[in-house]
């Protein structure tokens, strides 16, 4: 039997390949390493989140919710940022349940940014943000947060800024680099932006993993940013759900309209029973309360084992990951140390490069500390070999 061609076409995404992730992902699967490359838990999250998502399902809680969110989470999410931030958001008219951050974070851009529209992206970023932007036609300006400590270069991002500007997008806490922006920072941005439109994507997800007594500087305690920003949250990294996918927006109503005609013909709505849950669940603040010391506890415990290496310790303000140096370790790039590593140690880790446009190497990789503490240990066990 013969088969007709398929017809060729021409890529929307031509230079987006096989992620680092994955490939990452499938050499430590197939090498039996211990994965500390990919950003997410080996642990479970309480059983008592399991039980209250069980019990909606149980109570017949499983048609389609309202476009835009279960009230009862929308209502919890509005009081918990009133209460941690001061701003007041419209629970009916200024919050949305997303299908996770990414979802919240292509279809922010989705709905604002026109063909030719300029969007500012801070280098190193997540992987999303690039291909978001170009899905909608816009053009990504690529600015440098400074090499070394991954701060924010004001004048840099004041200099990107063109009348084509449509948005900016941040993220503190920082993936990769475990950076947290002060207020002063968040005060310099509301500075720089105030005379323009341009719109802002706070990318907030690592919201409640800031240590050492720092506060997360949400976007929401600025009324100059708040005014115009999408602030986008994430449950499954703060309950240890990361493949429940869900997460939200908060942003002003105008904003919040041009963001649900997106969404609605986008993903329309979100799963039922688990936003039921989320919403019984959040009625206690300590889960996320607490989440700050328990990263912290394991990130020293990481720390600690990695002075023992050669390896050169960045800052590890906030998320779950520890960037550290391999200079001192390694002549190999970030991209071929990190194959080496997982092939020959038995530990997945993540080049910095593949969080720039231009694969920029600076001998720094990333390693995830939101594992159980027997997998740490077992991962510096091997580590300080080197």
Known sequence: MS????????????????????????LAAEKNAVNLGQGFPDFNCDPKLVDVVTDAMKQGLNQYPPMTGVPVLRDAIAAKIIALHGREYSAVSE????????????TAILAVVHAGDEVIVLEPCYDS?????????????????????????????????TPKTRAIIINSPHNPSGTVWTAADMLRLQEILAPTNVLLISDEVYEHMVFDGQQHQSAARFPGLAARAFIVSSFGKTYHVTGWK??????????????????????????????????SYMADPKPYLELPAFYQRKRDLFREGLKRTKFKLLPSEGTYFQCVDISNVSDLGETEFCKWLTSEIGVAAIPLSAFYGNGFDQRVVRFCFAKKDETLNAALQRLQSL
């Open 3 to 26: 088969h007709a061609p398929t017809p060729t076409l021409q890529s929307k995404l031509p230079n987006v390949g096989t992620t680092i992730f994955t490939v990452m992902s499938t």
């Open 95 to 106: 919050i949305t349940i997303t299908a996770g951050a990414t979802q919240a974070i292509i």
């Open 129 to 161: 943000y690039v291909p978001n932007i170009e899905l909608a036609g816009g053009v990504p300006v690529r600015v440098p947060l400074t090499p070394g400590t991954f701060r924010p270069d004001f004048d840099k991002i004041a200099a990107a800024i």
């Open 246 to 279: 869900v997460g939200y927006v908060a942003a002003p109503a105008t904003l919040t309209t041009e963001f649900r005609k997106v969404h609605q013909f986008n993903v329309f709505t979100v799963n039922t029973p688990v936003q039921y849950g989320l919403a």
